[in-house]
Every structure is written in C-alpha cells, then in structure tokens.
C-alpha cells in the first residue's frame, strides 16, 4: 500500500481460538504437579518409623479407601523420635495446604468438562468440600494429635469424598450425551497423538525419566537437578539445560508442523498422495556410511563392522526389491482419498504444538519434583538444610507449569500474523505446502542432530562431562526423534511402497523397522564385542589365590586385632568381623565408604575385618576402601573422600549417553567406534569405570588376589549374576574350594550346580577363562545394573576352550542375592571350622576368636518390624503368600540364619563359651550388627551413579547418628555404634593362639 501504510494482518480464522487454548491444558498440567509434589511430601512423612519399630505412615493412608483403618496413624506418628513428631506435623500442614491446591486445580477441571450438567457440577462441588474438610482437619490434627475426636471428621470426608467422585463417574456414565461427548473427545485426542506419536514419544521419554515418583532408579535424574543448588544460576549444567529444552521445543515444534502439514492435506484437502520414490530409502544407509568413513578417516574404528550392518543395508534393500516385485506383478491401485474432516485436521495441528509446549512445561514439572521435598524439609526443621538457590529453581519450575502454554500460545498467535504476509509467508503452516523457508528448518533440525549424535559418538567422555546429565537425557532422546521424524516427514508425502500397501498400510512404518532392525541385531544376545568386559594383554590362566585355611592363618598372624577381657576369667576374645555391603548404586559405595572410614578411625578397626562380601555399588566402596584403606592412615584421603568424588554426575552422564547414543548404534548396526585415540571400542560400562579410575587412579590396577596384608577390608568377594541360569558369578580374592590346581576337560564353571559355594561361579579359579582386569572392572561385573550399566560378556570355558562367543551374560550382583549376605552364609562354615580349630588350641588366659557380622545396609528400614497380619479375602490369599517366597531369602532370614549357627567353641568349653557370650552381651545380645540409615523425615539419596551435595549430607548426617557421635555409646545407640565402642575399648591382641 502507497504512503508508507502497512497491509492490515488477515484475520485469524475461525478454528484458530481452538488453537490457542491454554487454560485446560494448564490446569491439567498444575494438578499433575501437585499430586508429584504431595508425593514427594508423601515420601517425606512416610520414611519417619516410630522408635519402637514398625512402618511410618502415609498421609495419603488417611485419605484413602483405607482411612479407618489407618485412623492409628497418629498414634504412630506420636511414637517418633522427639526431634521427627514436629518436622512430620509440619509435613502434614504443608501437605494439607497443597492438598488443598490440589483439590482445587481437578475441582476447576471437572466443572469444566461437565458444564451444563447440573447435578453432576453439584457433586464435584461437594466432593472438592469434603477435600476441603480433609485438609483442615488433618491440619487441626497435627497441631494437637492426641485428641482423638478430630479423627473422625477426616476419615469420615475421605469416605464422603470417594462416594462423590463415584457417583461423579455414575452420572457422566449414565448421561448418554455427556457420554458420547467425552468418547468422541478422547477418540480426537487418541488419534491425534497417535498421528504425533514420534514427539508423544520423545515427551513421555523425558517425562518418564524425570517426573515418576517411584523411590530408587527415578530418583536419579531428579538428584543430579538438585547438584546444581551449590552454584545456582552460576553453574553451567543448568545452562546447558535450558538451552537444550529451549531447541527441543524448537525441534519438536518444527517437526510437529510438518507432521501437521500432512494432516491438513489428508484430512481438510483430501489431497491424493505422490508416487513412492525409492531414493529416500538410502537415508538409513547413506547415513551409516558415511559414519562409517568418518570413524575411518579420524582412525577410530579399532573392530570391523559386525552384522547389524548388513541388517541396516538389507532391510531398505529388500523392501525396495520386494516393491520392485510385487508391482511388476501386481500394479497397485492408488488409495482411496480421506474424507474431509478439517475439525480432525486442526486437532492433529493443536497436538502438535501442544506437544511442544508441554515439553517445555515437563522441565518445569522435573525441577517442582527435585526441589519440593527439600524445601519443605528446610521449612520443617528449622531451614538447617542449606538455604539459597532451591527456591529458586522451585519457582522457575513453577513458571514453567503455569505460563508454559500461555506464553507459548501467545508465541504461536504472534507467528501466525507475522508469517501470513511478507518473506516468512507459509513458514511452517500446516494449511501451505512445504516451501523452502520449511524445508530448510527441516534440513536444520537433521544437521543440528546429526551434529549432536556425532559429538557424543566421538567424544562421550567431554561430552557428557561438558552438559551434564539432564542435558544429555534431554540431548539424546530429542537427535533421535529429530533425525527419524526427518525422514518420516519426507516419506509422508508418498504412498506407501508396494510391499506395505499390499498388508493394508497408507503410510510407511518407519519407526517399526527402525525397532524390528534393532530386535534382529539382538537376537542370541546380539554382537558379544559390544559389552565384552574390559580387559588388558591376554593372560594364559588366573593368578593363583591363596586357600582359606592358608589365608585365615595368615591374615590371623598379621592381624592383632582386639583382644576383650571377659569378667571373672583370664582369658579374652577377638572380634572376627564379617562385612556384606548391599547393593545401591554409588549411594552404597559411599555408605560403605563410610562404614570404613568410621572403623579405620578406632583403635581395632582396621585390622578385625577377616572377610567383606559386596554387590553392586557396595562391592565398588569395598573395593576402594581396600585400595585405600592403609594409605588413608598416613595421607589422610580417606575412601569417604574418594568415593564421594566418584559420586560427581560424570559417569551417570556418560552412562546415560553410552545407554542413549554410542551403545545404541553399535549394537544396532555393529559399528563400533573408539571413544579416543588411545582406546579401542568401549561401552558404556567402560567409560564409567574410566570415570571412576579418573576420581581413584588406583581403581585403573590390575585385579589381584588376597595376601596377608588385605587392607581393612580382609578379603573381598564381589557378586554379580549370571543372565539367564541365575547363577552368582563370584570374584573372590581366595580360593574358596580348593581348586588352585587346574583341571581338564569341561570346567566346573560351566553350570553352578558343583562347587564349594552353592549356585556360584568362581570366576577367577584356575580353571575359568582367564581374566585380565582392573579393579574397577572386577567392581562393575558386580554393578552391572540395565539399563544404565549394561551385561557384560564374561567369557567361560567350554569343551572348545576360551571364545567369545561362550559367555555369560553379567548383571548386577543384587539380582540374586542383593545384600551379600547370602554369599557369607555360604562360606561361613568353611570359616566357623577354622574359627573352632583355633579356639581348640587357646591355652588358659588364651585369646578365643568368636565371629561378629555386619551387615552394611544402605536403603531404610532394616529397623521395621513387621505387626501381626490383618485376614485377607480367600481370593487375595494366593496373591498375599507370594510374599512368604521373597521373606526368606530376605536379609532378616541371612541374618537369623547366622546367628543362630554362630557357635565357635564346642560343648566342652566353657571358658570359650563366656568369651563369646561376653562379646555378644556388648552388642546388644547377639552376633550380628547392622548399620543402615535412620527413619526420620529425609530425602532418600537414589539408587544410581551419582549423587548431589543434599544426598550426600544426609548420608553423613544418617553416618553421625547412627555412630552416636557425641553421644557414647549408651544403651539409646545402634549396635555399630557399640561395635565401634567394643573396637575402641579393646586392647590390640597378642600373637594368635597365645
């Protein structure tokens, strides 16, 4: 237009105010976040156990189906320890008010969804009162728990409320038009996201990692949020963070709209597609190969190509040749157009931004479940947490939830009129052919991805270390779902080929033999190269160990330990101690870690541990604490201190890369990548030994058996699991049945029906495939826990020798037996006879060895004791006894077991009968000691490879309680904390048998 006018904007069409609406999706949004962050909560109140032993309870109990029976709640609740029965009826003030948001936020959606029915709206009305009546009750309780009147009310609302949301479901159900409504809504919303599945993908992916509440695994990536309170703004992994959401949402948003551009022309056009062309079936191939010359080129590609190449290269070759076939045979008809349907047209279109927008808001929703919880705990006890950036990302995450599709929304109206007219005209709108402006932010994306595969393919190590773990995950999932959508977008203009219309398919199914490859390259157990254990220059047979009756005599000779005065007598008794650390990730090797520094730092510690049995994690800190363990006393860097800097994110963060990226392609297309100029293929279960070894240089040694001088930790024996026989896979540093001299023909090890452990495989006897290792490889094989850390490939010998091929599959040490105890049952007799000889030999005034196990337990709850059972229905009785099974293989039943065969002395001495029964009297009455976490309100560090500042205090503030520091070793303390007093007390002993 003439004198500097400008063309008016088009005016928006009438389906686009369905478009940009953003108040019910952030409704939904918003009580999805407060029902995460009332479990977190939840969590909190739950982990408080009463002194007097027994489960804590749930605040949700009082609102459930359950709530009359769970009215003792507050009796509970009043039994804590004094210091918990304040930061708990804090907790449950703070869960009331959110309680109450919560109520709030679905009362608004629910009226929403059934406006216009007007009994329907009074029941949702009076089902958000008695949610109302819930919170303030439970708040009035909490204030004053021992007035039982104020129960009542609450369970009786909770019973009042679950009526109302019955009958709620009732009425829409019998209400035929309000039903039709609802199916034809959910049946849009079905076929939209199954139109955007690839993003619907890639969302629930990231939201799956980051949002379940489920204690353990999935609470790794919520604590590696929480590593960044420490510098705040300040550090460079919440950058990375955020940036990669804000190109994810970028990303998703691109391919969306071209997904949606198809969607238009079907559904509002009812535009034929093209003619399939065979070219874009190189892209998978094209793409491979020239990985494949690059790793040639950069001299990194150290193994040929395994088979999975073929399977990649073949697949698009046989549906070309297939097509080829079948339609020189049987020329195809073309489809059928769709039928217009422009409402479906603009659903699938809002899907896919949405899509977008909830991206976004799913990292707002991860950092509202990482820091509620301790913000909350902060509150309740005095803000003696640490105080400062939580906050701040709490409120970031909340700005997330609740102006995510808002601002997005507003991003999208603002894009629509600036792109009707002009040089951006038809950008990315779905309603207007792919133009070149499109085709180029596609090609973009793909580049962007492609670019981002490759640098965690060359570089694992700095790239993960240099973004972190959030930003990997995040990283990861979205370079796959860009480059497979790249091709989906450019194959979805076509027919289908020949091969697939002739099985009824309008479309190609890329994404499904991009998995049926995948599912081929696996079977048999895939490429053994991929997770073969790592190991150094090939050795001709295992190094020779030492016996266990020569061991125990040498350990005995170089080993004072602590000989006890026994009242009465003049003889005295030493502590034998046995160790089994449970598994649990890096948290058990610092819990470990811990126990050992704690008995290094008195008089006998470091010299009564005769033998230490881990799994997983805790096999990691046995380790260290053994490499570490005598150096500590004269450096002062103690296994704590190592351990906890193997606790930094950066092995989870090449784990999660390997898991998402490297390990993915090789095992897929057998190309195998070396990560460095330096190395050869390695997995990711190798890249996280190197970040271990790069932490604690000594775990980089090589794997050696026991000697006299094994350190504080005695003798190690590290359990893993076989894969597919059930079998523990033992890595002892003794010989535990005597089978120093090698054998011929088939080797025992070959089932674990025969040998001197029940079901195990000893892995290093003299007969087994020989295994060069280091230290940090033997305490993976233990640790391998999917999907993080793979299985590994041990091989064994068969009738054909040593080969890859004949391997067992090594998984974590926990999937048989996660405490270790199971494995000092088993080798416990071997050991009680040699304790008996001993004692045989002890003249009067002598020193008799009696045996003390500790147990090193690193999750809660070893404390609870179990009621007496409630009846159950006859139908729920098969289901409820399924339990019986896992109880006894429990660690209570090890432990029960142990104690009850703890007898070193024989009928006919009474004077060996007094010591030990003096050393028992000293720990609480009997033999075994377990040391784990107390029950108060805390946040659980996760089961995983990394753990932030938050989980690494509680484990120490847990390690402070627990040894009663400051307190002595009174009757109120735990029974390591009266191992530690008897170890401290006891005067180092004589010469063995004197």
């Avoid at 609450?154 to 949301?165: D, E, G, I, M």
């Avoid at 599912?519 to 790592?534: K, M, Q």
Wanted: charged share 15%; proline share 6%; glycine share 10%.
């Amino acid at each position: 237009m003439g004198n500097g006018q400008v063309a008016p904007a088009a005016p928006l069409p009438a389906y686009a105010g369905w478009i940009f609406r953003w108040k019910f999706p952030t409704l939904t949004v918003v009580a999805i976040s407060l029902w995460i962050t009332l479990t977190e909560l939840d969590r909190l109140i739950e982990g408080a156990a009463p002194q007097d032993g027994g489960a804590g309870r749930s605040a949700a109990g009082l609102q459930g189906l359950e709530a009359y029976a769970r009215r003792d709640s507050w009796d509970i609740w009043a039994r804590l320890h004094p210091a918990a029965v304040p930061e708990v009826a804090g907790l449950l003030v703070i869960y009331a008010a959110v309680d109450l948001l919560f109520a709030l936020s679905y009362f608004l959606l629910l009226r929403g969804i059934f406006r216009g029915r007007k009994w329907v709206t009074r029941l949702v009305i009076f089902e958000f009162a008695c949610e109302a009546v819930e919170s303030v009750f439970m708040v009035f309780s909490a204030g004053h728990p021992g007035i039982p009147f104020l129960n009542a009310p609450l369970w009786l609302a909770a019973y009042a409320k679950w009526a109302a949301l019955l009958a709620v479901v009732l009425f829409a159900w019998a209400d035929e038009v309000l039903r039709r409504r609802l199916r034809r809504r959910l049946k849009g919303v079905y076929r939209a996201l199954l139109f955007h599945r690839l993003n619907l993908a890639a969302v629930a992916g990231i939201a799956a990692m980051a949002l379940l509440p489920i204690p353990g695994v999935s609470d790794q990536l919520p604590d590696a949020q929480r590593s960044w309170a420490a510098q705040g703004l300040g550090e460079a992994h919440w950058w990375w963070a955020w940036a990669t959401v804000l190109a994810g949402t970028a990303g998703l948003f691109v391919l969306g709209r071209r997904r949606s551009e198809l969607a238009w022309a079907l559904f509002a056009k009812s535009a034929p597609k093209k003619a399939p062309s065979v070219w874009w079936w190189a892209y998978g191939p094209m793409l491979l190969v020239a990985g494949l010359s690059a790793a040639a080129l950069a001299r990194r590609l150290p193994e040929p190509p395994g088979v999975g190449m073929l399977v990649v290269i073949g697949i698009p070759i046989a549906v070309v040749l297939a097509s080829w076939l079948i339609k020189a045979v049987s020329p195809s008809v073309e489809p059928t157009p769709r039928t217009r349907d422009r409402g479906r047209a603009v659903a699938v279109w809002r899907c896919g931004d949405a899509l977008a927008c909830l991206f976004l808001v799913v990292s707002g929703m991860a950092l509202i479940r990482s820091f509620s919880a301790p913000l909350a705990l902060a509150a309740v006890s005095g803000w003696h947490l640490d105080w400062g950036w939580p906050p701040v990302f709490l409120g970031l995450g909340w700005l997330a939830v609740l102006f995510g599709f808002f601002a997005g929304t507003r991003l999208l109206r603002w894009t629509w009129t600036s792109t009707t007219t002009g040089p951006l005209a038809g950008l990315l709108d779905p309603r207007v052919a792919s133009g070149k402006l499109s085709r180029n932010a596609s090609w973009a994306s793909l580049a962007v991805s492609c670019l981002v595969l490759g640098w965690y393919e060359a570089a694992p190590d700095w790239a993960a270390r240099t973004v972190g773990v959030p930003a990997t995950a995040v990283l990861s999932v979205l370079a796959w779902t860009i480059a497979i959508g790249f091709l989906v977008v450019q194959l979805q203009e076509q027919r289908a080929m020949p091969v697939f219309e002739k099985f009824g398919l309008r479309a190609n199914p890329i994404v499904t033999l991009i998995l049926l490859t995948l599912v081929v390259t696996s079977i048999n157990g895939g490429d053994s190269r991929v997770h073969a254990i790592r190991q150094s220059s090939p050795t001709s047979a295992n190094e020779r160990r030492l016996e266990l009756d020569e061991y125990f005599r040498r350990w005995t000779a170089s080993n004072g330990g602590c000989a006890i005065s026994v009242p009465g007598t003049a003889a005295k008794v030493r502590p034998v101690i046995f160790v089994a650390a449970e598994g649990g990730g890096i948290r058990a090797a610092v819990w470990i870690a811990s126990a050992f520094t704690e008995l290094a730092s008195h008089r006998c510690g470091s010299t009564s541990v005769v033998l230490s049995s881990g799994v997983s994690g805790g096999s990691l800190g046995l380790v260290v604490a053994q490499l570490y363990g005598e150096e500590a006393q004269r450096t002062r860097v103690t296994p704590l201190a190592l351990v906890t800097r193997m606790a930094a994110p950066d092995a989870l963060a090449v784990g999660v890369a390997g898991t998402l990226t490297r390990d993915m392609v090789a095992a897929g297309t057998g190309l195998l990548v070396a990560a460095d100029d330096r190395n050869g293929w390695q997995d990711r279960a190798a890249l996280m030994e190197r970040a271990w070894e790069s932490a604690a240089k000594k775990l980089a040694e090589p794997w050696r058996p026991a000697d006299s001088q094994t350190g504080p930790t005695g003798a190690l024996i590290l359990n893993s699991t076989a894969s597919g026989i059930g079998c523990r896979l033992l890595i002892s540093q003794i010989d535990l049945d005597g089978s120093s001299a090698a054998r011929t023909g088939v080797a025992k090890d070959a089932s674990c029906r025969n040998g001197g452990t029940p079901l195990s495989i000893d892995l290093m006897s003299q007969d087994a495939c020989p295994l060069a290792m280091s230290w940090s490889t033997a305490a993976m094989i233990s640790a391998r826990f999917p999907i993080i850390s793979p299985a590994g490939r041990v091989p064994y010998r068969s009738e054909s020798g040593c080969s890859p091929g004949n391997s067992y599959q090594a998984i974590d040490g926990g999937y048989s037996e996660g405490s270790g105890l199971g494995t000092v049952n088993d080798v416990w007799p071997l050991f009680q006879e040699e304790l008996r000889q001993h004692n045989l030999t002890v003249g009067a005034g002598g020193t008799y060895f009696a045996p003390v196990f500790l147990y090193v337990r690193n999750s809660r709850g070893a404390d609870v004791l179990t009621g007496p059972p409630r009846a159950a229905g006859e139908l729920a009785v098969p289901l409820l006894g399924i339990s019986a099974k896992n109880l006894q293989s429990d660690a209570s039943s090890w432990l029960q077991r142990l104690a009850s065969d703890d007898d070193v002395c024989g009928p006919a001495s009474g004077e060996c009968a007094a010591a030990s029964k003096e050393l028992k009297s000293r720990l609480g009455g009997k033999s075994t000691v377990v040391l784990a976490p107390d029950r108060h309100p805390r946040i659980d560090p996760p089961l995983g490879w990394a753990l932030s500042r938050l989980s690494q205090d509680e484990l120490s503030r847990a390690m402070d309680t627990e040894t009663c520091r400051n307190e002595g070793a009174g009757e109120d303390c735990s029974e390591f904390a009266r191992l530690l007093h008897v170890l401290d007390r006891g005067s180092p002993a004589a010469v063995p048998g004197g």
